[in-house]
């Protein structure tokens, strides 16, 4: 593995730091399930405890850059160029029913591009992270997009709401963050969705670029309503013809 910059290793840290809370409120969730009050505080509570960790950490290390947060908001601090985006739990519904299947995600936007990126589950312990012209891992090692190209033997996935009908193969996981990862690991063959926060995808969509995946062009000055369709290079073309209405 090449080693990893000295950014990239702040935000392992902070990641690492921060799942110690979400895999232990993770635990009450089922107690919760069945109380008066229901778990829809406890989640908020979560969520906000694991940005402040992170966004702790992050300060502690990098002090002067900017800061995009889905609870938090967006700090411009001195450092314009240098903005971390940061979504505490990506998947906050799953986390609130007790399926495990939700991630903490990191990015570092530079200059309006994706410079760094990981994507952390804490419940699987998988942490995919990646950074510019460096390579795609997973736990450490390389990772590449899936090489499939017959569109009937692929396997897409998406989120939200999704009006129209396509003749593929799709499932909803209810994680943006971890369906980038998994296009990128070559788990899943590509990913599309509508109206998503950039803090959903910005540690997704370098992971995409550098395991050699396809993304569409993607506005980094925007943070909401977002469209995206990801994939293999092989497969690329084919999928778009399937969204051609999406």
């Known amino acids: 593995m090449k080693s990893i910059s000295a950014n990239l290793n702040i935000m392992i840290k902070a990641s690492e730091k921060a799942s110690k809370i979400l895999i232990r409120d993770f635990g009450e969730i089922e107690k919760l399930q069945v109380s008066k009050k229901g778990p829809l505080d406890f989640v908020t509570n ?8 992170i966004i702790d950490e992050l300060k502690k290390a990098r ?13 411009t601090n001195k450092d314009k160029n ?15 029913h007790g399926i495990p299947h939700f991630a903490i995600s990191i990015a570092l936007k530079s200059d309006n591009e994706i410079i760094s990126g990981l994507v952390f589950d804490p419940i699987k312990n998988e942490m995919f992270f990646a950074e510019k012209n460096n390579g795609a891992y ?13 569109i009937n033997d692929c396997l897409f996935v998406t989120g939200g709401k ?24 070559g788990r899943y063959d ?12 910005a540690g997704g969509i370098i992971l995409v670029k550098e395991a050699g995946g396809i993304i569409n062009e993607i506005d980094m000055s925007v943070n909401k309503n977002i469209k995206i369709i990801a994939s293999s290079a092989d497969i690329n073309i ?3 013809e399937k969204l051609n209405n999406f």
Request: proline share 2%.
């Open 46 to 53: 979560s969520d906000l405890k694991a940005e402040k960790i």
């Open 63 to 75: 002090p002067n850059y900017s800061i995009i947060s889905e609870e938090h908001g967006i700090e």
């Open 82 to 96: 240098n903005t971390w985006i940061i979504d505490p739990i990506d998947g906050t519904i799953n986390f609130l």
């Open 138 to 150: 997973f736990n450490n090692h390389r990772v590449r997009v899936s090489k499939k190209n017959q």
């Open 162 to 185: 999704i009006k129209a009908e396509f003749d593929l193969l799709y499932r909803k996981s209810g994680c943006a963050a971890l369906d980038l990862a998994y296009v990128a690991a």
């Open 190 to 201: 590509g990913y599309f969705q509508n109206d998503l926060n950039l803090w959903d995808i």
């Open 238 to 240: 084919k999928l778009l």
